[in-house]
């Protein structure tokens, strides 16, 4: 039953008790975090990611064995992609297209080559953009929500020269849809993490919220535990954004897109000398592969957003989100606008 301080067009259509959908993160938004998250009453969405069938087929599948037994919260699992990934290979895809996916979310990239396998699936297509000159190529794909990313999100994003603030791209995307296609939905990401920020996104005109960041940090994720912890003892200051670890992880990200996580000992001592870095990265990445083997985050990545200063605890998914939308009711309640 969806409180009716929450009842949006996002929970009609996707039959949740909460608008609040799962970031597909990749490598950390695996089956059980997917499907705790439906069980709680968002839409829960894996993370497909780079596109590695084995792993997208590993983790879909024990999604898809936990919620076996319950109709209603297995129509809320479906599966993001990075979308200039796809364009190398979409096997993974064309799998989970087989799995019936209530949804599939692309990011990153032109979303129209495969919307039509998509439609024809009988999933919607969520679109993730970062700018307003992004959605109209969503609407032409046939986007039935749209994710508005601000630069506040964690993980990839627009760069500093071409990302927008959450604060500012949602209301004017939403003013935009409520002109050109008034039936598509609406999603803020990026710095949302508790019920205040719920709350804001549906003031600013959004449907609902993909939470990312403060989902990471649940029992369920696939994030390491050192990097959970990590995150609980950072600030909101404690982040940058940069091509840093996307240089030390070996990927390839097209522009304009980059990378936020934590600003640990090893980003600082690489961030002002990227284009050193790009030249000669083997000492950097050893450092790296090094810091991943050992679980030390002074040199591994933790990937959360600016909304980190608000990650005080690693709770379960269901806790987590109960408490964001039992925050929301509370603050759209006090009726002070």
Known sequence: MTHAALNTRFTQRFQLSTPIALAPMALATGGALAAACAQAGALGLVGGGYGDLAWTQREYMLANELLKNDTA??????????????????????????QKPCAIMLSFGDPRPYAVRIAEAGAQLICQVQRLDQVPQ?????????????????????????????????PEIADYLATHSPNTLLLAA?????????????MLGADGALVGSRLWATTESLAAT??????????????????VFDILRRKNWPAPYDFRAIRNDLHRA?????????????????????????GDFTRA?????????????????????????????????RHVF
Do not use: M
């Open 226 to 243: 050192g990097a959970k912890n990590q995150a609980t003892h950072t600030s909101g200051d404690g982040t940058a954004r940069s091509e």
């Open 301 to 333: 990545h933790a990937t959360v957003g600016e909304c980190v200063g608000l990650i005080t605890d690693v709770p379960t998914a269901q806790e987590l989100i109960g408490r964001i939308s039992k925050q929301a009711i509370h603050a759209l309640g």
């Open 270 to 294: 690489l961030e002002n000398d990227i284009a050193g870095l790009k030249a000669n990265p083997d000492a950097a990445r050893a450092a790296y592969d090094a810091g991943v083997k050992a």
């Open 138 to 170: 969503a609407i032409e794909a046939g986007a039935a929500v749209i994710v508005a990313q601000g630069g506040e999100a964690g993980g990839h994003g627009a760069n500093a020269l071409e990302g927008r603030s959450t604060f500012t791209l949602v």
């Open 73 to 98: 919260n297995h129509a809320r699992l479906g599966c993001g992609f990075i979308t200039w990934k796809l364009d190398e290979n979409t096997e993974a895809l064309d799998w989970i297209l087989t």
């Open 190 to 202: 990026g710095g949302v993490a508790d019920g205040r920020g719920l709350a804001a996104a549906l």
